[in-house]
């Protein structure tokens, strides 16, 4: 039973993963640099929590969620492609942009700097309980989203130019590809992509806290490099990465060594993982190049 029960928690920790992830792969297939992944969630947690507050029903919360995911997506896409700024330096940016704007509606609506009020959400009650968790749509949709993905990329039309103007934007706009339109699509789906994973934290939380997103976005682009741009690949490190978490919390909680090497874990596995595989893998060749 505790083996089903730590794989129930681990789906669970792994959902806004996968989303986060299912963003950066598309987009760093397609040759744009997505630090953005962090802000993307955080943007779609506020907007999710904002929707399902004026509204009361989640599933409108759900989709002011993408809609700031979206829009983030967009600013992201014309400074990286229109105005070929530095895509680090852009992702920092939104990554702080994020943060400070999402505490500024935060103080702004709700005279709080720190929290909003509770919302609705997807399931009943808290959304602690197993019942709760499988009537969670964003759950299977995410657990979707991996492979589905894969798909697209793998074996569309769509996916082929993805790949392409990621390898060799010049050699793909030779033969009439719109490389900047196919960076643009998959940018702005990387932002509601990971949009939605800040949407699945807000609403299981039923409500938003300030940078509640905590660095899950940056794990997803650390899974994103670890499967070697690979959206399957990807989509196992998201499941290694909630497994450690998972084991994070369980350790705690048995309080067998202590809480601060506990908490540990999962950025340690983080740092080792990408270490391990970054000097033996080969990222898209026009990553982070700006496209004529």
Request: glycine share 12%.
């Amino acid at each position: 039973m505790s083996v089903l029960l730590f794989l129930a928690q681990t789906l669970r920790i792994a959902v806004p993963y996968l989303f986060a992830a299912s963003g950066g792969a598309i987009a760093e297939r397609a040759g744009v640099v997505s630090l953005t992944l962090e802000g993307f969630m955080l943007g779609g947690a506020f907007g999710a929590v904002m929707g399902a507050y004026y509204t009361g029903n989640a599933w409108l919360g759900m989709l002011c969620g993408i809609a700031a995911g979206l829009l983030l997506g967009t600013i992201h896409a014309l400074a990286s492609i229109r105005f070929r700024a530095d895509q680090v330096v852009v992702g920092v940016a939104i990554n702080l942009f994020s943060v400070g704007i999402t505490r500024f509606f935060l103080q702004l609506s709700f005279g709080s700097s720190s929290n909003s009020p509770r919302v609705v959400g997807f399931g009943s009650g808290s959304g602690g309980g197993s019942a709760a968790f499988l009537a969670n749509p964003l759950v299977w949709l995410g657990l979707a989203v991996i492979p589905v993905l894969a798909f697209v990329v793998n074996k569309t039309r769509f996916g082929l130019r993805v790949r392409a103007v990621g390898e060799h934007p010049q050699a793909a706009a030779s033969v009439g590809v719109p490389v900047n339109k196919v960076r643009y699509i998959a940018v702005i789906a990387s932002g509601a992509l990971a949009a939605l994973g800040g949407v699945y934290l807000a609403l299981d939380q039923h409500q938003f806290t300030d940078s509640m997103t905590a660095g899950r976005g940056f794990i997803a682009l650390a899974a994103v490099i670890f499967g070697r741009w690979d959206p399957l690949r990807a989509g196992v490190a998201c499941l290694l990465f909630a497994a450690a978490e998972t084991l994070q919390i369980q350790l705690q909680a048995a309080q067998i060594i202590p809480s601060q090497f506990v908490a540990m874990i999962p950025y340690v596995l983080t740092i080792v993982a990408v270490a391990g595989v970054v000097g033996r893998s080969t990222p898209p060749a026009a990553l982070g190049k700006t496209s004529e």
